[in-house]
């Protein structure tokens, strides 16, 4: 079974308007979560790297006004796209990492359909 | 920086074999992952690899040279299910991972 959460799912949301997107690490403790975005048929692109109890760390390009994430405890982390646009509309996904830098020990969340009309 | 390339499609028939290759300019990584991710998806993980050399997983290989900048996935006996993209992903010690570009695979009948 899934070991990573993320929901919605699917979100449809009016432009100008903010939506949060929530990742669970289900049954271990995730010091680390991952941002990623992929627009249709390109890879998955880093947004930001989120560790427990700190600020997230922005790739470059990435604006962290809009993209806020909040890593407040170790199983959960939110993204938060504020004042939404159609250039946001995108597949949004999380994995988490127990922090013990094993091959075994990422994980990714389902994915979060986000479009903004 | 790092840069990474993956041919951007391919094509294979059922039951055939398929390379799909991973190149890639980097200071330094702990080790290169491949996903398989059907589209709208999350990735699945298929495999790492830390050291040169071929690792073997049922129908699914792979191998890297970190002298050659050089990884490929080798996928065998193709069936129509494994038609995805493939992504490989170099692993910066835990903090977080570089995407290549991804390979769209389509197997025919």
């Known amino acids: 079974g899934a070991v990573v959460s993320q929901h919605p799912s699917r979100v449809i949301c009016k432009s100008g308007t903010s939506v949060k997107i929530e990742c669970r690490s289900l049954d271990f403790q995730a010091t680390t979560m991952f941002w990623y975005r992929q627009f249709p048929k390109q890879s998955l692109m880093l947004m930001a790297t989120s560790n427990e109890g700190s600020k997230a760390t922005y790739e470059q390009g990435v604006e962290k006004d809009k993209f806020l994430i909040n890593h407040a405890s170790l199983t959960l982390s939110t993204l938060t796209v504020t004042s939404a646009h159609p250039e946001d509309s995108s597949f949004y996904i999380c994995s988490a990492s127990d922090g013990t830098r094993s091959s075994n020990t990422i994980y990714f969340g389902e994915g979060s359909w986000l479009t903004v009309v | 920086g790092q840069n990474i390339d993956q041919p951007t499609e391919m094509t294979a028939t059922e039951g055939a074999i398929v390379q799909i290759n991973c190149t890639y300019q980097t200071s330094g990584f702990n080790g290169l992952f491949w996903y398989q991710q059907h589209a709208g998806e999350a990735p699945t993980f298929l495999s790492y690899?830390?050291?040169?050399g071929l690792e073997e997983k049922g129908r699914f290989s792979s191998f890297l040279s970190r002298s050659k900048g050089y990884s490929y996935l080798l996928l065998k006996e193709l069936q129509m299910k494994d038609s995805a993209s493939y992504l490989c992903?170099?692993?910066?010690?835990?903090?977080?991972?570089?995407f290549g570009p991804g390979t769209r695979l389509s197997v025919l009948p």
């Open positions: 992903a170099l692993d910066n010690y835990g903090q977080n991972f570089v």
């Open positions: 690899n830390v050291l040169d």
